[in-house]
Every structure is written in C-alpha cells, then in structure tokens.
C-alpha cells in the first residue's frame, strides 16, 4: 500500500474515531430535584443521538413505603406496559418514542422518591436517576396575644422554616413535626423596652421568603393580628 493510501486509511480511522467518540453519552448519571406541592414537575431520560436506535425506555419508580413502580416501552412492539403503578398522576407522553419524559403533575408529598429512567439503544444501555424533594410552603401568621408576646407561626412546611425578628426581642423558638414530613415552627419573642412600638417577622423557605410586620400595642386588648401566607411556587 502507497503511503499516501496509509495517510488516507489514517486520517479516515482518526475521523471514525472522534465521530465514534462524540455519540458516546455518560452511562449513568443522578440529580437532585426539588419541587414545590401542587406544580408540575417533567424528568427526562439521558438524550438519544441521531446515530444511536431506540431500543426500549424503562422508568422504574421507588416511593417511600409503597412498591416500585416500572413504565417501559418498547420500540419494536411499540407497546407500553406498567408493573405496580396506580398514581394516575405519574404519565409520560403519548408518544414515548418521541419523548420518554415522565411527567407528575400535580406533585404532591407522596412523590418524594428515586426516579430512574433506563435508555436501551443500539450503542448500549444509559441511565439518568432523579432524587426527588417536595417542598411545600408553610402558611404564615403574626399575632399579639393578651400578655403582649408576639407569636410568629410558619405552619405545615417542608422542610422546616426559618424565623427571625427585627428588632431582636427576648424569643423562643420551637418546632412541632406533623407526621407527614412537614413542620411547624413557632418563634414567641417579648420585648422589655417599651421604646420598641413595631416589629417584623421574617420567614425564610425554599419556597420563597416573606416579611409581616405588626404594631405592638400593650393597652389595647385584644390585640390586633395580621396574617400572610408564602407564595406557592417558586
């Protein structure tokens, strides 16, 4: 063989090779996902290249206390099956072949859970894994009871909210587990100067973060209560 033919042969296996190299996908990879209660949430499975065949799609579902759940499909049957799925509100679309995404929708508490999706193609099998967080936000209140301690409550949230006051006042703080993995937090402050004549009550969550504000009044009774609630969504 000419030289010029092995530079040929060379230079066209090199080009396979970076061509060969730049379908390759990563075999398995995992995210974290939060999403609020009450929104959509969409997972999508590790992406197809134009060289590589669909196979099969393979959702499998493990939820806390409840048995694993698997959706597949098949391309060559085009043909769905499910093994242990009841939650109507856990679909993908009606073309799988065309988007393999699972969709939640609404997302609730009980959706917390490893969702897993399996690719099956010509150039091998592909997995993309989701650790799925739902967060719910706390509903918040700020009131003055008869002794003149204000109270602010972030109720029902997961996870936990956190509560901080402007002015910094005498405060206890404690937090109340519901059994549904929310919590409620309740921060009770008083203040001995009675310079103080407002205060606010500030409410961080990873849902969003909200300020209510009430004035203090200790010879009026009862006391005047202001309400206000944490966006739900992001």
């Not at 296996?13 to 060969?20: E, K, P």
């Not at 009450?38 to 669909?54: E, N």
């Not at 549904?180 to 921060?187: E, G, I, L, P, Y």
Request: hydrophobic share 30%; glycine share 4%; aromatic share 6%.
């Amino acid at each position: 063989m000419s030289k010029d033919n092995d530079s040929a042969a060379s230079t066209n296996s090199s080009l396979m090779d970076r061509q060969q190299r730049s379908f390759i996908l990563p075999m398995e990879a995992n995210t974290s996902l939060s999403k609020p209660v009450d929104t959509k949430a969409v997972l999508s499975c590790p992406p197809i290249t134009q060289k590589a065949v669909l196979v099969t799609i393979r959702w499998e579902i493990i939820l806390r206390d409840k048995p694993s759940c698997t959706r597949a499909y098949r391309r060559d049957t085009n043909e769905t099956r499910t093994i242990n799925c009841s939650d109507e509100t856990i679909s993908w679309d009606p073309r799988p072949d065309r988007n393999p995404a699972l969709q939640i929708d609404p997302v609730a508490i009980t959706h917390d859970g490893y969702y897993r999706c399996e690719v099956v193609t010509t150039h091998g099998h592909f997995y993309h894994g989701y650790h799925l967080t739902v967060l719910v936000p706390p509903e918040v209140t700020l009131f003055q009871l008869e002794n003149g301690t204000i109270v602010c409550r972030a109720a029902a949230g997961k996870p936990a909210a956190q509560i901080s006051w402007t002015p910094g006042g005498d405060c206890h703080t404690v937090e109340e587990p519901l059994g549904n993995d929310t919590v409620t937090v309740q921060s009770s402050c008083c203040w001995e100067d009675h310079r103080v004549s407002n205060v606010s009550c500030s409410v961080s969550h990873l849902t969003g973060n909200t300020s209510l504000s009430i004035e203090l009044n200790q010879d009026s009774y009862p006391k005047h209560a202001f309400f206000g609630s944490l966006p739900r969504g992001l």
